[in-house]
């Protein structure tokens, strides 16, 4: 017996499909949807007794997915590949229904839906009962008046109503109340896959999820609930490859955030590391394929488009350093390579074009926008860009130690030597320039001018851990307490009248700030601080899910309700937990030849 979830909130999927379903926002009834370039609404999944729409009781697990209607029958629902989902029903039939939808038979037992603003098609099979097709494109024969006109009950707000432009096909049980569907989803051409009994196909998707489970990082006990969800949500937003997505490849959520983002990902890849080597390093070297010639990532990708539009901040070399810690054996020399030429080139466009030189804030680089920072509206950025900022430094700081790192490994001396000596001057700058007694601040690249704020985000250098002086540490420290709420760490003080509730960044708890203030708690030696952080954030996700955010005073969950990086942080703090403190020194750093 699985784990259950709500469908509005946590879709129903598989490792490496395209597909999904579940109750879209601003809809009531349960949706088929793909995700390619964005999430959509295909078509909604009615039950029909004796000819009329009933309601649905639905029970959601890894594996298999139940609609009933009382004693009336049930319909089960798992997937057989990650291009094949299929049905089984028993006592009642199962209407799909949905607008704009080139549908037409295909032969005996045969039709098609095609979806051309979701870019792909669908191939149903019946392998058991019948169907009938109605609305446009249906074959002549069908009854479409009848069809197009079946009573509809226990609707509510936006659900799907018998309309002109919309088509449908129903199943009809055969005479022992059985029904079979298989759908298949394909580009130009379908191609008949094998099949497996259904029984065989549940069989085999409960085996690859608990597979997959059984890699992730441990939790105590009493989260094995949030353990499992976590991990599920994760396993089934990986996308497999299509388009521009090269490699297996986690996306943030199949709710609506529906691509990669280049900062997003990297607590995925930390989260993967001891238990799926391979799979987390997918996550870093999917950034890597989409890296320009100038050496920026992307901000963000999908099967269609990326953009560069804005940068994300590079936590790409803190993220590696993290991997590495986990992973239960050294990289490979040739993956050593690849990852240390990325990382250089992204640490140049940085010092190179984002960096303004001879006006004060010599060799700093700055932020152009909130998104840049990944922290997309915080009050750091309320008296504009170009803005020096001191998260900015520290993680270009930790880039360039990580590279120091990587060549040694790769028996470059003196290359590993110029990548301290650059770090060490990095960080001289952002104490002359950025550290004011008792605090950070920000800086206007254009003037100069402090900006100061109620904010997090200035406290996060705290991970360069042993560069900091003492009293720098004790600071910080103090700084971040202000921020502590019962449910974990507020991103702009509660206090301030800069704070609301859902905020985006102006309050509510996320998971990677979480994540970099606990990691560098512990590396400034504030354990205790650190457990505490870590504790509440893993409470908060067992009471309340895994959404993008949190309110930081009620523990609410706000926003998209199955987020990856939120999964992935629980999944490492409450490792960490387990263990103590986590990884704090990594294996051998040799790469293997």
Not at 29 to 52: C, I, M, P, T
Not at 297 to 311: I, L
Not at 429 to 458: K, T, Y
Request: net charge negative.
């Amino acid at each position: 017996m699985g784990v259950s979830f709500k469908l509005n909130e946590v879709p129903f999927s598989f490792f490496g499909s395209w597909m999904s379903l579940s109750i879209p926002a601003g809809h009531s009834e349960l949706y088929f949807r793909n995700h390619h370039f964005k999430s959509h609404d295909l078509f909604a999944l009615q039950g029909v007794v004796n000819g009329r729409i009933v309601p649905l009781k639905i029970d959601a697990q890894p594996a298999c997915l139940v609609l009933t209607a009382g004693e009336a029958g049930r319909v089960e629902i798992c997937f057989e590949s990650p291009h094949t989902v299929r049905m089984r029903g028993q006592g009642m039939g199962l209407r799909c229904i949905g607008k704009r939808i080139h549908a037409y038979r295909d032969g005996p037992g045969l039709a098609v839906f095609n979806f051309r603003s979701a870019l792909r098609r669908y191939q149903l099979e019946i392998l058991r009962g019948q169907f009938r097709l109605a609305g446009a494109y249906a074959a002549p024969e069908e009854d479409l008046e009848n069809m197009a006109n079946l009573p509809v009950e226990g609707h509510g707000p936006g659900s799907p109503q018998a309309q002109p432009d919309q088509q449908s096909l129903t199943l009809v049980p055969d005479p022992e109340g059985v029904w079979e569907l298989a759908i298949d989803e394909f580009w130009s051409t379908w191609r008949r896959p094998g099949r497996k009994a259904f029984e065989d196909c549940l069989a085999s998707a409960r085996t690859a999820f608990a597979a997959f489970l059984d890699s992730m990082p441990p939790a105590p006990p009493s989260w094995a609930r949030a353990r499992e969800l976590a991990a599920y949500i994760n396993w089934s937003c990986t996308m497999s490859p299509c388009g521009l997505v090269q490699r297996p490849t986690i996306f943030m959520s199949k709710n609506w955030m529906t691509s990669v983002w280049s900062w997003d990902q990297c607590f995925n890849a930390m989260a993967l590391a001891s238990g799926q080597p391979e799979l987390a390093m997918d996550q870093m070297l999917t950034l890597v394929d989409h890296q320009d010639e100038f050496g920026a990532y992307t901000d963000a990708f999908n099967d269609v488009e990326k953009h560069y539009n804005y940068a994300k901040p590079p936590i790409h070399g803190f993220t590696l350093g993290e991997i590495r810690k986990r992973l239960p054996r050294p990289l490979k020399r040739e993956v050593v390579q690849t990852m240390y030429e990325s990382l250089s080139r992204q640490a140049g466009w940085w010092m190179t074009d984002r960096c303004r030189r001879g006006e004060g804030l010599d060799a700093l680089p700055y932020y152009l926008h909130g998104n840049d920072s990944g922290w997309d509206n915080s009050t750091m950025f309320a008296k504009g860009v170009p803005l020096v900022a001191p998260d900015l430094v520290a993680l270009l700081i930790l880039q360039m130690e990580q590279l120091a790192d990587l060549a040694g490994v790769l028996d470059k001396a003196d290359e590993a030597s110029a990548w301290r000596q650059r770090a060490d001057g990095l960080f001289q700058g952002m104490m002359a320039q950025l550290w004011r007694g008792d605090h950070f601040v920000a800086r206007l690249a254009n003037g100069g001018a402090d900006v100061e704020c109620r904010s997090l985000i200035p406290m996060l250098p705290l991970i360069l851990g042993h560069r900091l002086a003492a009293s720098v540490r004790e600071c910080l420290k103090t700084g971040m307490e202000g921020h502590l709420t019962e449910w974990g760490l507020a991103t702009e003080r509660v206090d301030s009248a800069c704070y609301v509730a859902d905020g985006y960044w102006r309050g509510p708890i996320w998971a990677p700030s979480t994540f970099l203030a606990v990691v560098g708690l512990d590396r400034c030696g504030y354990t205790a601080l650190a457990d505490q952080v870590a504790l509440r954030f893993c409470k908060l996700c067992d009471q309340s899910g895994f959404a993008e955010n949190f309110d930081a005073c009620t523990g609410q969950g706000l926003r998209d309700r199955a987020y990856t990086w939120t999964a992935s942080v629980f999944l490492l703090l409450a490792q960490r937990l387990v263990a103590g403190r986590g990884p704090v020194e990594p294996n051998d750093a040799r790469g293997q030849s």
